[in-house]
T-cell receptor
Framework: AQSVTQLDSQVPVFEEAPVELRCNYSSSVSVYLFWYVQYPNQGLQLLLKYLSGSTLVKGINGFEAEFNKSQTSFHLRKPSVHISDTAEYFCAVRGSNFGNEKLTFGTGTRLTIIP | DTGVSQNPRHKITKRGQNVTFRCDPISEHNRLYWYRQTLGQGPEFLTYFQNEAQLEKSRLLSDRFSAERPKGSFSTLEIQRTEQGDSAMYLC????????????FGQGTRLTVV
């Protein structure tokens, strides 16, 4: 089984400032990691994913994340945020073995951009 | 639009009534998932299908809940004798069968039980 912890429930950031949203996971098997974004009353949109290879992954809208196996973390970063980045961000994990298909999500981090 | 489609987008029902939601996955995706998201929480897994076979069900899926995917294409999620605690966003997602692909989510059905 897997679990995800997003320690920050809310993160306010000034426009054009950098941001880091933290995600830590727990798993007894190798994992795939994902960040999704959710705008109000919408479904989830994939920002980026880590499957294997380079630990630094780049996604859409200028976001990137770094997989750190020793710290079991997958923090999301953006060097300069925009008003349009205001949304809820979810970190998710699933086992990499065949048949372990379901995603386990964190409780989310609400990112608020301050003009 | 070739994304995952869910209907209806919103549903208000009285406690005790039955409701049914529909999900149409991306056409070439043979895996289909249902998740439930309550206010302030992340989505929680309910069940998933590969083609028409229901391969896994969460303990969250009580006997009042049933999901089907009769022809391996669209899926329905039915809740019988709804309770106020069933109020949530119900999300559907689909993916290709290969293990290392991501799930694509629909916009969800928001259920309010009054």
């Amino acid at each position: 089984a897997q679990s995800v912890t997003q320690l920050d429930s809310q993160v306010p950031v000034f426009e054009e400032a950098p941001v880091e949203l933290r995600c830590n996971y727990s798993s007894s098997v190798s994992v795939y990691l994902f960040w999704y974004v959710q705008y109000p009353n919408q479904g989830l949109q994939l920002l980026l994913k880590y499957l294997s290879g380079s630990t630094l992954v780049k996604g859409i809208n200028g976001f990137e994340a770094e997989f750190n196996k020793s710290q079991t973390s997958f923090h999301l970063r953006k060097p300069s945020v925009h008003i349009s980045d205001t949304a809820e961000y979810f970190c998710a994990v699933r086992g990499s073995n065949f048949g372990n298909e379901k995603l386990t999500f964190g409780t989310g981090t609400r990112l608020t951009i301050i003009p | 639009d070739t994304g995952v489609s869910q209907n209806p987008r919103h549903k208000i029902t009285k406690r005790g009534q039955n409701v049914t939601f529909r999900c149409d996955p991306i056409s070439e995706h043979n895996r289909l998932y249902w998740y439930r998201q309550t206010l302030g929480q992340g989505p929680e897994f309910l069940t998933y299908f590969q083609n028409e076979a229901q391969l896994e069900k969460s303990r969250l899926l009580s006997d009042r809940f049933s999901a089907e995917r009769p022809k391996g294409s669209f899926s329905t999620l039915e809740i019988q004798r709804t309770e106020q605690g069933d109020s949530a966003m119900y999300l559907c997602a689909s993916s290709l069968p290969e293990g290392n692909t991501e799930a694509f989510f629909g916009q969800g059905t928001r259920l309010t039980v009054v």
